[in-house]
C-alpha cells in the first residue's frame, strides 16, 4: 500500500463514488434478504 501513489489510492473513490455506494447498497440488501429468507424458512 505504501508504494502506491495517491491518484491510484484514492482517485477511483473519488472518481466512482456513486457506483461504490449503490454496490455496498446491493450487497447490504442482498445480505439482508437472504438472511430474512433463512429465518423465515427456518421459522415455517
Known sequence: MRGLPHSLKYGRVDAEPRSLAA???V???SV?????????LLGA
Open 27 to 29: 450487497t447490504g440488501l
Open 23 to 25: 454496490k455496498a447498497l
Open 32 to 40: 439482508v434478504g437472504t438472511a430474512v429468507m433463512a429465518g423465515a
